[in-house]
């Protein structure tokens, strides 16, 4: 079993900051990439930002330069620090992890979600 749970979440003003957390836990061997999704109401779920072990992080273009993703390996934890939050922004953020299992299977793995909410 595997699980990811996501905190952070809530309701900001424009222009506010927030930081997600999400930990993994379970039967991990090794997790290869973390990453943050979102998917706002009537859209589809995009990826907003990831962080592979041995590469860095990558971000869309709508974050870019706004939020920053980074992962502590020893805690099986990633973090989303997001800065200058925008309406846009608004939407249930999702934890996603690649890992390999002590099973030595392979797979991906999602949290449950936490809504943020910017609005004035």
């Known amino acids: 079993q595997v699980q990811l749970v996501e905190s952070g979440g809530g309701l900001v003003q424009p222009g506010g900051s927030l930081r997600l957390s999400c930990v993994a836990s379970g039967s991990i061997a090794s997790i290869y990439t973390m990453a943050w999704y979102r998917q706002a109401p009537g859209n589809q779920r995009e990826r907003v930002a990831a962080i592979t072990a041995g590469i860095g992080p990558s971000y869309a273009d709508s974050v870019s330069g706004r939020f920053t993703i980074s992962r502590d390996n020893a805690k099986n934890t990633v973090y989303l620090q997001m800065n200058s939050l925008k309406p846009e922004d608004t939407a249930v953020y999702y934890c996603?992890?690649?890992?390999?299992?002590?099973?030595?299977?392979?797979?991906?793995?999602w949290g449950q979600g936490t809504q943020v909410t910017v609005s004035s």
């Open positions: 996603n992890a690649f890992l390999r299992r002590t099973t030595m299977d392979v797979g991906d793995y």
